[in-house]
């Protein structure tokens, strides 16, 4: 059980007060989130309303609200008379995913360059730390859900609220994203990419930093397959399940 699960668990017991709805409404969607970053819930998934009451006490209302912010941040999609599913990008969506993190990423990373502290370099390479552990361990899951965070947390730290909240949906967006396109093998993010990056943040070298953050991005939409030509991949479950 993870952080965000237990969460879940600990909020589907408390007292029936807003405080204790609103951290529990949270908790789920965190839940939700976490296994979409560490692709234990994979593009196309139906999320079975009656399922999750079950498992985590909480009512259809609440679900429903759960599964309305994750659908109005692109991550579900909910089909009339058929439920919820966990989206399908196109190859034109994933396209506009990079672009978009193209342009905010290399800013971010160069903002933070002029910004850095001790503190935050140390906070970035602990980071990477949990990485390397992780990859270490051959825990594929945990990697690229901490690949994911790691540009996360340049954004927090570039101290944007507007801007992370963006990077914050395109990471989510990109996990998915990987699911669809990845060729076999690929990493999630590039080992050793992260640390050129955290040395020239600490550096303060802006140029470098912004450089280095375009690279990357381009390493990761390289490691995908997204030549294909159809738009979209295929929704089974509209082909199989028919309401
Ligand atoms: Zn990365």
Same mark, same amino acid.
């Given at each position: 059980?993870?952080?965000?699960?237990?969460?879940?668990?600990?909020?589907?017991?408390?007292?029936?007060?807003?405080?204790?709805?609103?951290?529990?409404?949270?908790?789920?969607?965190?839940?939700?989130?976490?296994?979409?970053?560490?692709?234990?819930?994979?593009?196309?998934?139906?999320?079975?309303?009656?399922?999750?009451?079950?498992?985590?006490?909480?009512?259809?209302?609440?679900? &429903?609200?759960?599964?309305? %912010? /994750?659908?109005? =941040?692109?991550?579900?999609? #909910?089909?009339?008379?058929? !439920?919820?599913? $966990?989206?399908?990008?196109?190859?034109?969506?994933?396209?506009?995913?990079?672009?978009?993190?193209?342009?905010?990423?290399?800013?971010?990373?160069?903002?933070?360059?002029?910004?850095?502290?001790?503190?935050?370099?140390?906070?970035?390479?602990?980071?990477?730390?949990?990485?390397?552990?992780?990859?270490?361990?051959?825990? &594929?899951?945990?990697?690229? %859900? /901490?690949?994911? =965070?790691?540009?996360?947390? #340049?954004?927090?730290?570039? !101290?944007?609220? $507007?801007?992370?909240?963006?990077?914050?949906?395109?990471?989510?967006?990109?996990?998915?994203?990987?699911?669809?396109?990845?060729?076999?093998?690929?990493?999630?993010?590039?080992?050793?990419?992260?640390?050129?990056?955290?040395?020239?943040?600490?550096?303060?070298?802006?140029?470098?930093?912004?450089?280095?953050?375009?690279?990357?991005?381009?390493?990761?939409?390289?490691?995908?397959?997204?030549?294909?030509?159809?738009?979209?991949?295929?929704?089974?479950?509209?082909?199989?399940?028919?309401?």
């Amino acid at each position: 059980m993870n952080a965000a699960e237990a969460a879940a668990a600990n909020a589907a017991d408390s007292p029936e007060n807003g405080t204790a709805e609103a951290s529990a409404t949270e908790a789920i969607y965190l839940s939700l989130l976490s296994a979409i970053m560490e692709h234990r819930l994979l593009a196309g998934t139906k999320l079975v309303e009656e399922r999750l009451c079950e498992v985590t006490g909480a009512s259809r209302a609440r679900i &429903r609200q759960v599964f309305a %912010r /994750l659908a109005h =941040e692109k991550l579900v999609t #909910l089909v009339p008379n058929r !439920g919820a599913f $966990i989206a399908s990008p196109t190859v034109e969506e994933a396209h506009q995913v990079f672009q978009t993190r193209q342009v905010i990423e290399p800013e971010l990373a160069a903002t933070l360059a002029r910004h850095a502290t001790p503190a935050k370099v140390r906070s970035l390479q602990r980071h990477v730390q949990e990485e390397d552990a992780a990859r270490a361990r051959g825990d &594929r899951a945990a990697v690229i %859900r /901490l690949s994911g =965070e790691f540009h996360i947390l #340049l954004a927090e730290m570039a !101290g944007n609220a $507007i801007l992370e909240k963006v990077i914050r949906e395109m990471v989510s967006l990109t996990c998915l994203i990987i699911t669809l396109y990845d060729r076999p093998g690929a990493p999630a993010c590039p080992e050793h990419e992260h640390r050129e990056l955290i040395a020239a943040i600490e550096k303060r070298d802006e140029g470098a930093a912004r450089a280095v953050m375009r690279e990357h991005l381009e390493h990761i939409e390289g490691s995908l397959d997204l030549t294909v030509t159809e738009v979209g991949a295929p929704d089974f479950y509209s082909i199989f399940n028919k309401g």
